[in-house]
């Protein structure tokens, strides 16, 4: 009836890039010249600001008529979640400056 499982392997051709040392990992990503955090950051709170003008920008031209109320809708709701999203961010990033505060020197 009921058929015993076969074992599960690893193709071996993927297991020697799979074990890379923190070191490696830091040097290949600053070589692919990957974002640090200050700029992955920056890069969120500007497209959070640019959601929130959008957003204004489609509510104003919905009261003038010139868009659909799909529209406004999908803005708004589009610029609330980058906004909830920063906000947590934001908390974040205080809450680890007041631990980092508490911390005995």
């Known amino acids: 009836m009921i058929e015993g499982l076969k074992g ?12 890379l040392s923190p ?31 959008k957003a204004e920008a489609v509510s104003v031209a919905g009261i003038k008529g010139q868009a659909t109320v799909q529209q406004v809708v999908e803005a708004v709701m589009n610029a609330e979640q980058s906004l909830q999203g920063a906000i947590a961010v934001r908390d974040k990033v205080v ?8 911390m005995q020197i």
């Open 95 to 102: 809450t680890a400056y007041l631990e980092i505060s508490r």
């Open 8 to 19: 599960v392997s690893v193709n071996p051709a993927i297991t020697g890039e799979l074990e």
């Open 23 to 53: 070191v490696q990992s830091a040097q290949k990503a600053t070589e692919a010249g990957d974002a640090d955090f200050g700029s992955l950051l920056g890069g969120l709170f500007t497209s959070t600001a640019d959601n929130l003008k």
